[in-house]
């Protein structure tokens, strides 16, 4: 188990749009540079976004990540909410899941509209991806 | 010059970025209040900005976390975010580096922090900067409290920080504005995104109005994780401007729940004596 090392791969992808641009090109070679178990480089480089978050990788790092796919927020949500379903409870960290409603319902108790639907835009690895256009 | 401005405000990257799925009066509602709240700001006369911050592994991780840092720079980059994801282009917002150094070397005297001279904005700085100061004339000095990865910043060092930033801030001849920036309760970038304590936040704005220290250091990491999410692990960065506020009462300008921005979006400032 080496979660730190899965997050700070990730925290230094986040940070590096040189690093994006080389994982998206050769995901294991770049993965070779961490300590990571074999359960921990398959989620990476599925990427499995609900295993990551039963994993305990901190959402505020994973988000980025999914983002870096194209996967779109409410199916970043989702695909977290199903991987704690197959998976089990998140293993270590501070993201434990309390139960919601979810935005819309809880916008529609408020007296509000929202215009959150989920979708599906799944990343299977094929798609052409490019890296963030952040700062650098 | 004696501090000319002490507020709060919320900083959840959905207030940019996911925009278009809120409710247009809700969001209205937000947008007008950030925009009073830099109004005040200007009218404040200040020349420089601190902004309290709970950054999010842009930075600070793990390998060397500090329970505090100040940026030392003439310029901060940002968003560190992808600029479609969150919603704001990116930017060069102006540093003030000589004043920086001048109030780290006042805030050391009390309270041991860490300085940085690079330092890329993610959104808990670079959303509230898109309203208060959209055309980044105005300079800031960032300054972050480990809201995020424990052991946390206790609670008393926060309210420590606070005043060490008003003695700095009192002892230079500038002008200076401080913001807090952060959530109340909120369980950000996890399946319960959207999820909000309104009672729970509600209460924290009380103390934090009637700037109850007691009352703003009584809770503890173990019951704000299970009443107000981790995200409520940021009321640090109001209590630090609670402090530094030196016992003046505040006012909650604007605050209302809107789940799509994951937080209970709020405007507030300190009536300075």
Redesign the interface.
Known sequence: MSLYYVQKFLYELNRDEDLQTRYLAERLSVLDAYDLTAEETDALVEPDIGKLFHLGVNGQILMHFAALHGIEWQDYLQRMRDGIATHGPVREGVYAVTGYEGTTAHAAQLGQTSGAEPTRDRDDGDAPLQPRRGVR | MPLVYAGVCSHAP?IR??A???????RAGLYAAFDAMGDAIRQSGAEVLIVVAAE???NF???NMPSFAIGMADFY?????????LGID?FRAPGHKDLSLRVITEVMQTVDVAYAEEW?FDHGIAVPLSFLTPDYDLPVIPVNINC???PLTPLPRAWALGEALRRAADAVPEKVALVGTGGISH??????????NEAWDRDFLDRWCRNDKAQLLAYDDTTV?ADA??GGFEIRTFISVSAAAGGAAGTVHFYT????F?VGCTTASYQLR
């Open positions: 959905g970025g996911r278009d799925q809120a409710d247009p009066v809700a999010h592994f842009a991780f793990m390998n980059d940002g968003p560190i975010e992808d600029a479609t994801w990116n890329k995020q990865g424990p369980w950000p970038a996890t399946p319960d995104s959207g999820k909000i994780y999410g981790q729940p809107i789940p799509i994951a």
